[in-house]
């Protein structure tokens, strides 16, 4: 059974980093891509980052210069690393991968950009 589990969700100021994990299991992970997705309160969940199984990354044009998604193939882990985080930035992020023609989403980690 696939599993992720996401952490690093926080309450930081405007300008401020968070760096999320994302831990898999169930699955080889080198071999399948992995995406992080967001829903701020009352909107619907949105794309934010992937990184295919090779390494090559893709941004939504919200986040890119400021998020950079990267992988470890070792730890089964997949990075979201946050820099300038704006208000508009807080919402919930959520671990996607899909296997076998599902997809599977991890419960998601909490992250608030506040004054």
């Known amino acids: 059974q696939v599993h992720l589990v996401e952490r690093g969700g926080d309450s930081v100021q405007p300008g401020g980093s968070l760096r999320l994990a994302c831990v898999a299991s169930?699955?080889?992970?080198?071999?399948?891509?992995m995406n992080w997705y967001r829903q701020a309160p009352e909107k619907e969940r949105e794309y934010v980052a992937s990184?295919?199984?090779?390494?090559?990354?893709n941004y939504t044009d919200s986040v890119k210069g400021r998020f950079t998604i990267s992988r470890d193939n070792v730890r089964n882990t997949v990075y979201l690393q946050m820099n300038s985080l704006k208000p508009e930035d807080t919402a919930v992020y959520y671990c996607?991968?899909?296997?076998?023609?599902?997809?599977?989403w991890g419960r998601g980690t909490q992250v608030t950009v506040s004054s």
């Open positions: 996607k991968v899909t296997y076998a023609n599902r997809n599977y």
């Open positions: 169930g699955l080889n992970f080198r071999l399948f891509a």
């Open positions: 990184i295919s199984a090779a390494g090559s990354t």
